[in-house]
T-cell receptor, first 115, second 111 residues
Framework: GAGVSQSPRYKVAKRGQDVALRCDPI?????LFWYQQALGQGPEFLTY????????KSGLPSDRFFAERPEGSVSTLKIQRTQQEDSAVYLC?????????????FGPGTRLTVL | GDSVTQMEGPVTLSEEAFLTINCTYT??????LFWYVQYPGEGLQLLLK?????DKGSNKGFEATYRKETTSFHLEKGSVQVSDSAVYFC??????????FGKGTRLSVIA
């Protein structure tokens, strides 16, 4: 079966541009997570959806970051007016229900480079 | 807040050597503990997990035991292979909270 997919895999943006990163979770998975992984670091939580509801966005670093999951399936992470410090790999993960014993399945990530 | 500390890499071992990657955690309550692996060019994959004290997670020859008394979840493998070369992340999840990851440990196994 298909895993979590993300697109694009690589994105280069000029400083100040807006970008949109897409995540297709595993079919039927209720919970969806976004993480940011800076070079040489572990992933850090950005935001979490249960179906279409965004239950936690405490990790979003600024109001330039916005995420949505309007139909409870595909999610988009949007970054407005990109800055160099936004350069990172953005990881999406999904889980069946989101409980603490549920396994999160990760996509391959989108590597964003802001010039 | 919750945090995970794991040994810094890189770790370089010869094939068939014994591997230990240390991981300790700080958390309120009783977290679930995980080891994720990231092979070159691939996404994060769950390697093993343990959800309560004294549980042992195991997979592909790797093992880790949830030690509440020492707040540790060290990863071990008795005989590493070149194909084990990857970055290993220790992580915890406490209640309905997102995963908290360590910084990762890069392992290189040479033939």
């Amino acid at each position: 079966g298909a895993g979590v997919s993300q697109s694009p895999r690589y994105k280069v943006a000029k400083r100040g541009q807006d970008v949109a990163l897409r995540c297709d979770p595993i079919s039927g998975h209720v919970s969806l997570f976004w993480y940011q992984q800076a070079l040489g670091q572990g992933p850090e939580f950005l935001t979490y959806f249960q179906n279409e509801a965004q239950l936690d966005k405490s990790g979003l670093p600024s109001d330039r970051f916005f995420a949505e999951r309007p139909e409870g399936s595909v999610s988009t992470l949007k970054i407005q007016r990109t800055q160099q410090e936004d350069s990172a790999v953005y990881l999406c993960a999904s889980s069946l229900s989101g409980g603490s014993t549920d396994t999160q399945y990760f996509g391959p990530g989108t590597r964003l480079t802001v010039l | 807040g919750d945090s995970v500390t794991q040994m810094e890499g890189p770790v370089t071992l010869s094939e068939e050597a014994f591997l230990t990657i240390n991981c300790t955690y700080t958390a309120t309550g009783y977290p679930s503990l995980f080891w994720y692996v990231q092979y070159p060019g691939e996404g994060l994959q769950l390697l093993l997990k343990a959800t309560k004290a004294d549980d042992k997670g195991s997979n592909k020859g790797f093992e880790a035991t949830y030690r509440k008394e020492t707040t540790s979840f060290h990863l071990e493998k008795g005989s590493v292979q070149v194909s084990d070369s990857a970055v290993y992340f220790c992580a915890l999840e406490a209640g309905n909270t997102p995963l908290v990851f360590g910084k990762g440990t890069r392992l290189s196994v040479i033939a």
